[in-house]
Every structure is written in C-alpha cells, then in structure tokens.
C-alpha cells in the first residue's frame, strides 16, 4: 500500500441539504396552564386554535392616556387548559420521533416563564406521563422485534458509532459482566414505584413504517447546563464523605461532520423504556432546583435529555449486521426543558440564587439574539455572524439552526395576572421564532441490498428445520424397509421341519431339498433382477453424468460470459465513479468558487453602497462649502472694497498733505537762496510769523488754519534724568550711521516695577516692516509717575521713528498742471538741494521754522 504523504488533512464539507430551497419554519406551540385557584385573576385567554389573547390586568395602564391594548398572538397550534398529554404527543413530538427512526434529527425544547408548567410538559406527573417517556415508548414499540444484542453498535469518544460482530459482543458483555462495577438496569427488574406511573402508557403508539431489515440500537445521556457550564448527570462519581468533590464540567467539541457534541459524556445503551426512563429518572435526582418566591421547585438550570438511534443494515443473507462503518446511520432526538426566565426582584433571590438567575437570563437572552439575527439574515438577506458561541445552550444546538433537523418549541404560558409582563415577552419572542426558517435535512441513502431479507433469511430457517426433520426420520423409514424386506422373506417357502426321528425316514430330506431348491431359484431370479436392476441404474447413472457435464459445460460457458459482462460492468462503474468523483470535486470546487465569488460580490455590493453614501455626503459638503465660501467671498469683497477705498482716501489725504509740506519747504528755500548776499537773513520771529502768515502754493491745503511747524532745538534730556531702555529679544540690529543712544539707561529686555521705581523716563524700541519692505525703528517715549497705589505708571508722549531709505528710489514729483514758465528753470535747478534736504533735515512739529521741514517724530497729545 502506497504511504500517504504527512500533511494536514482537509477539513470535510459541511453537510447541506439535498434542496437548500426546501426549508420548514419553527414550528411553534402554545400551552395555557391552568390557575392555580379559581379566583386569580386571568390575563391570557385562548380565542382558537391558532389564536390567544393577553390583556392587561385590572389596575395595569399601557399608556400614559390611561387606554388599555389587547393584544392577540398566532401559533401554529394553540392548547388551552383542558388539554391532555396524549393530544400534546401526538401533534408536536410524534414527528419528531418518526424522523428519528428514518435517520433524521430533531430538537423540541419548553420555553417560559417560572412556573409555567414546563417540566410537566416534559416529564409529566404519576399518571399523566410527558413527552419524554411516551417518546421512549413510541421508539421501543417500533423497533422492538429489531433490535441488536448488545454491544453490537459501540460509540465512539468522537460522536461517531463502530459495529462489532456478534462474536466480539458477545465477549464484551462478558468482560462487563465479569467487571464490579454497577450494571446497566436490566428491562427484567422490577420498576421502581416512584416512576412506574408514569411510563406506564396504554396507548402502545409505535410508527407504522419501520425498516424491518436494519438492525437498532438506542443510546440515551442526560446533561445539564447550570451557569454556563456543561455537567453530565449519568456520571458515576465515587463518593467521599471527607472530601467529596464537585462534578466536573465538560467540553463541547466538533466532530468531523461539524456537529457538536460533549466529550466525556457518559452514554447509556438501553433496552425498553423503563430500562431509560430509569436512566432519566436516575439523572433528575441529580438535577439543580431551588424554592424561589415564583415556585417551590424551581429548575436553576436547563436540562438535555438526548436520545440517540444507530441503525445498520443487514447482510445479503439477511443474518448478521452489515460490518461497513459507512452504511451506519446516527440519529438524535434532543429533549430540552429549559430553566425559567424570571425578574429578580419577584423571586427575591440573593446570593447563588441570584447569580443562576443572571446565567438563565443571559442565555435565555443569547438564544433570543441568535434567533433575531437568524431572522434578520433570512428577511432581509444579510450575512451577519450569529452569535452562537456567546452561550453554551445556543452552541451546543447550532446545528439544527444550520439544517440538521427539525426544530420545534412549546411556549408554556401561566395565565395569573402577576406573570403578565414576562409573558408578554415569551410572546414577542415566540412570534419572532415562527419567522425563522430552517433548512430540511438529507435524506438517508439507500444501502442498495434487496429489501425484505430478514423475514425470507427466517422462512428459510424454518424450512430448513423442517427439512431437517424430515431427514431425521430414516431411522423409521428403515424400519419399514426391513419390515418390508421381512415380508418379502416371510413370502419365500417356509422351511419344513428338519429334525430326523427316524433313520428310515425319506420324505423329510426330499421335502427339505425341494424348498431348497425353490428358494435357491427365487434367489437367482432376484439376483437377476437385481443384476439388471444395477445395470439400468448404472446406465442412468451414466446419463445423467453426461446430462450433468454437459450442463456443467454450458453453465460454466455462461458463467465465463457472465463474468466478463460483470467485470466489463465493473470496470464501467469504477470509471463512472472516479467520473461521479471528479465531477463532485468540480462542483465542490465551484460551491466554494460560486461562494467566494458571492461573498466578494456582496462586499463590492457594501463598498459600493458605502462609496456612494460617501460621495453623497461629499457632495453635500462641497454644496454647503461652496455656499458658505460664496457666502464669504461676497462678505470679504464687500469688506475689501470698503478696506481699500478707505485706505485709497487716507492714502490720498497723506499724499496731499505730503505734497503740501514739500511745496512750502520749497519755497523757503528758493527764498533762502535767491536772497542777496550781502544781505543778512532774519529770522522771523513767532509773532510776526503769526502776523504774516508765509504764502501757500497753489496746492490746497489739507487741513485748514493750521499752525506753522516750528524748528525743534535739539537739546539733551537727559541731564540729571535716569531712562530705563526697553529693548525686547526680538528687535534686530540695524546697520545705520545714526544709532539711538541715551546716557544714565538701565537697559531691560522686559519692563518691570523695580527698573520703573529707578527712574523718570521710559523709551520702548519697536521695531515693524514698512510697506516698501524696510525695517522701520520706532522709539517711544513717556514719562514714568508714582501712582497713589505705591506702583509706577508710564504716560506715552511721543513717538520718534527711525527708518533707512535709499535715494535713488524716489521719483521726482511731477510739476503742477499750469506751471509758470518763468519759474520752471529754478525749480528744475532746486530739485536735487529739495531732495538732499529732505532727507538731512529732521525737525519737530510745531517749530518755529515753519511747515516747510519732513518731521518724523510725532508728539502724542495728552489726555486732559
């Protein structure tokens, strides 16, 4: 045999359906328990069969405007108070069982509040059996003539099943007899009192149409999950009184079909319902219950009865069990009663109560968001991921969601008004279920053997027993032979009498001899007959040795033909199967390409939707953006334009008053240098000039009755007076001839109160870019006063700027617009003296010397 190679193996395909587009909704139930006394109040009532009504109870308001709402929910079946268990069997679990036997799967769990009646609906009480044990005796009715010896079907720890022969069976059941351990509960022994109500059912249901050539097997096992962990009640734990320890929680794995399964699960082969019932009733009384304010015996945890059912099919004799692990068939009927959803402010739980009824809870509520997000997917077409794992209960049943089974739920309902709120949600939720569709399982496939052989393999028994009877009865038969043979002797003569009384007796010897001889010729003639007895025998022997040879030989040339059609047939099916193989690969590989293809098409389909949502809101944005920027442009505009014009009418004012301050200085100096030499200038003194006002060009005057500038005398300030010199970090050096400097400063790079209290005077070096890209020094100046505070005060009064210009930058000033030709030589002839005394001279505002000199230094008026 050829090595495989060491690699991983490739995970198997989950199972599908065989019509993925068949698929069956939840079926739901619901039950109407009856009051407790007949003077509570009822908040549900049953309208029809399919129909109940919830009202809410006297004194309860819906809404604030004080209306009531009635409120009807539909099922597929409605069962009200009077209804018995039997009519409950037949409707909801009676096809769960039937499916169970042809090798499908179900699931049927109770669902409620605390004190709905869901145990009873599952287990019953003394008298009135549940579900559960009429299930057991509906399957032990059926397959009961059909079932296999023990140890036949053997479980494996991986949720698979093995078949042994019945020689390996039998030496198991020996090895477990021999073992001290507690033996299976036998169907023989007597049934305990306390259970024997209620399996003992009269009505003997057992499915009509039963494959009578497989063979049967039924595995029971009962788990619980209490607080999300998963404990095995058949587990047989040895008992310490000292140290006693606690049960060990189990693991859910996946099998190699994608199933789930417990590990370490202890799984009970049983023989009759009372053998099972037993196992059940053995595993309740290890069950978690409680008394809580809502019920004396309250399930804190939810309960999984499981039923397994392997079946196999017999040989082509119809004898033995089929040894192919392939043909075994494994079914399961899960059985869940559910522990009871409830508000913890009505069963007044503390402690471990009240931290079970927080697990019931968030599992009930994880099963409740599967159930949505499974509907929602189905309506509306989503693939969003259903959160199975978020819960132990909804995992270990994610496989009849997925299309393993049917799946079908009884909603248990309490009537009492107290019990109205959570009643009206187990409706919400029921109705929600109804919604959700489940995919129809696989059909079993057929073994292919020829049906009907169990019961010919048995007539054949008896007529072989029959014929062996029969063979048995030579033993009379040669009786009779010899009778025969006796009487065919007794005809021969008899034989005279051969004594001899006398010597001279003659007539006894003759008489002796004739009978002799009489004999001696019957028995030749026999021997005769005999001879051609044997000849005829042996010629007929030879015929038919011939007729058999022959025979042979045409049977045998048959045979030969037969043989090379068979094994051209089988060549011809090995080849359609590696074809039927090579074509499943295709077309598994073209699920997967036809799924990713689908996927990916959903992504884009999102992506494009999400891209198009995008850009729609893009587009929006950039609508409100150019609005808003349209919006603003035409409020920046508005702004400029008054910006500019009233930078354009100051700009225009400083021009003229520019334009004004040139021509006046113009003209004192041609007056100053056209004056005769010999003559000695005066200067005018203040009142004359406010007497004689000097005469003003032609250019208008921008400010009207304006004081003449007077000469600023330079003089030193700073005598006797201490300045402190404000130069911040940021100023840069300049590189110019002129460079401010004050003697007695204390030089600060920040004003503060200690330099301030040492001196008289303040100056500030500021320093700013001009328009024309120059930096441009500006020292300000003021007078430091005590305030009434004990603080010091600085009281700006002027303003001296320093600035660097380059000469050649001017323009010349163009003439008036009616200039007088006779002045045009001088003025041409003054305009580079006008430019040089420009730029050299440096006069105060308000000096005596008139308005006719640039001043750069600005007094700042002082507030009054």
């Known amino acids: 045999m050829k090595a495989a190679r060491a690699k991983t193996p490739r995970r198997p395909a989950l199972k599908k359906p065989s019509n993925p587009s068949l698929k069956d909704p939840v079926g739901v139930y619901c039950r109407v328990r009856p009051l407790s006394r007949p003077d509570q109040e009822c908040c549900i009532e049953v309208i029809n069969e399919t129909t109940v009504q919830i009202h809410p109870p006297d004194g309860y308001r819906i809404f604030r405007n004080g209306e009531y709402r009635e409120t009807q929910y539909s099922f597929k079946e409605v069962f009200g108070t009077l209804v018995v268990q039997k009519k409950l069997f037949d409707v909801v679990a009676k096809p769960l069982v039937e499916d169970l036997i042809r090798g499908k799967n179900g699931l049927l769990f109770t669902y409620g509040v605390t004190g709905s009646g869901k145990t009873h609906t599952m287990t019953g009480s003394p008298g009135d059996g549940g579900l559960l044990p009429r299930c057991l005796d509906m399957i032990f009715n059926s397959i009961g003539p059909f079932q296999a010896k023990r140890f036949v079907f053997k479980l494996d720890d991986k949720n698979g099943v093995d078949v042994q022969c019945e020689v390996d069976a039998l030496l198991e059941r020996q090895k477990r007899d021999a073992m001290p351990v507690p033996k299976t509960p036998s169907g023989k022994r007597q049934i305990d009192p306390e259970f024997a109500d209620m399996i003992n059912v009269q009505d003997h249901c057992k499915v009509e149409e039963v494959d009578e050539d497989n063979v049967y097997s039924v595995f029971v096992s009962y788990i619980e999950i209490y607080n999300n962990y998963i404990y095995d009640l058949l587990e047989e734990t040895p008992f310490d009184a000292i140290k006693p320890k606690p049960p060990q929680s189990k693991i859910l794995r996946e099998d190699q079909n994608h199933n789930m399964y417990v590990t370490g699960c202890t799984e009970v082969e049983v023989k009759s319902t009372e053998e099972a019932f037993e196992v059940f009733w053995r595993g309740q009384k290890k069950r978690r219950i409680a008394n809580t304010q809502l019920n004396r015996e309250s399930s804190r945890s939810h309960s999984v009865f499981i039923i397994k059912l392997a079946q196999a099919p017999l040989d ?20 869940v009663d559910l522990a009871g959803s409830e508000r913890t402010n009505r069963t007044k739980a503390e402690g471990n109560r009240l931290r079970e009824a927080g697990n019931i809870n968030q599992s ?60 009206l949600q187990v409706m919400r939720f029921a109705e929600m279920t109804q919604e959700v569709e489940v995919a129809r399982p696989v059909d079993r496939p057929l073994c292919g053997l020829t049906p009907g052989r169990r019961f ?41 009498s051969c004594e001899l009384l006398d010597v001279n007796d003659d007539q006894t010897l003759p008489k002796l001899i004739e009978v002799l001889e009489k004999r001696h010729k019957l028995r ?144 004192q100096l041609k007056a100053i240098v056209t004056e005769p030499k010999n003559e000695k200038p005066e200067r005018p003194s203040r009142e004359r000039d406010r007497e004689k006002p000097v005469q003003r060009s032609v250019s208008p005057s921008p400010v009207p009755n304006a004081p003449p500038v007077r000469l600023r005398h330079r003089r030193s300030r700073s005598a006797g007076e201490r300045w402190v010199d404000h130069k911040p970090p940021s100023n840069l050096p300049t590189e110019t001839v002129m460079q401010p400097h004050v003697p007695h400063a204390i030089t600060v790079a920040a004003a503060s109160e200690k330099a301030l209290a040492k001196c008289d005077k303040y100056m500030l070096t500021h320093q700013e870019l001009a328009s024309d890209g120059e930096i441009e020094t500006k020292l300000i100046k003021g007078d430091v006063f005590k305030t009434r505070g004990g603080g010091q005060a600085v009281q700006f009064t002027e303003i001296e700027t320093l600035k660097q210009e380059s000469p050649t930058g001017r323009k010349r000033r163009s003439s008036p617009s009616n200039p007088d030709p006779a002045e045009d030589a001088a003025e041409s002839e003054w305009t580079d003296v006008e430019t040089r005394c420009s730029v050299a001279v440096e006069m105060r505002a308000g000096s005596a010397l008139g308005p006719g000199y640039q001043h750069h230094a600005q007094p700042k008026r002082r507030k009054p």
């Open 316 to 335: 082509a004799d119809g004898d033995n069990v089929l040894q192919e692990k392939e043909q075994i068939t494994l079914s399961q009927l899960s059985l």
């Open 456 to 496: 010919r393999n048995q007539a054949f028994r008896e007529e072989l027993s029959r014929k062996l009877e029969m063979r048995g009865g030579p033993i009379n038969g040669e009786r009779e032979e010899q009778s025969v043979s006796e009487m065919f002797l007794q005809n021969f003569p008899p034989l005279p």
């Open 364 to 423: 009930l509520m994880t099963l409740r968001t599967c159930i949505e997000v499974l509907r929602e997917n189905q309506m509306y077409g989503t693939n969003k991921m259903v959160p199975y794992r978020d819960s132990k209960l909804t995992h270990l049943f994610k496989n009849y969601f997925d299309g393993e089974g049917k799946v079908r739920m009884i909603v248990c309902v309490n009537p009492k008004a107290e019990d109205y709120e959570e009643s």
């Open 524 to 667: 030749q003639m026999l021997s005769e007959e005999f001879a051609k007895n044997v000849l005829a025998f042996k010629t007929m022997l030879q015929e038919f040795d011939s007729s058999v040879v022959s025979k042979e030989n045409y049977i045998q040339g048959k045979l030969s033909e037969k043989e090379k059609t068979i094994t051209g047939q089988k060549m011809e099916l090995e080849r359609l199967e590696k074809k039927i193989k090579t074509l499943e690969y295709k077309i598994e590989i073209l699920e997967k390409t036809a799924t990713i293809y689908e996927e990916d098409k959903r992504n884009l389909q999102q992506e494009l939707e999400s891209k198009s949502q995008k850009l729609q809101r893009q587009a929006s944005d950039k609508r409100r953006l150019e609005a808003r920027l349209q919006g603003m442009v035409a409020e920046t505009t508005m702004k400029w334009e008054k910006e500019c014009e009233r930078r354009v009418a100051a700009k225009q004012l400083e021009m003229q008053n520019k334009l004004w301050v040139k021509d006046e200085k113009l003209k």
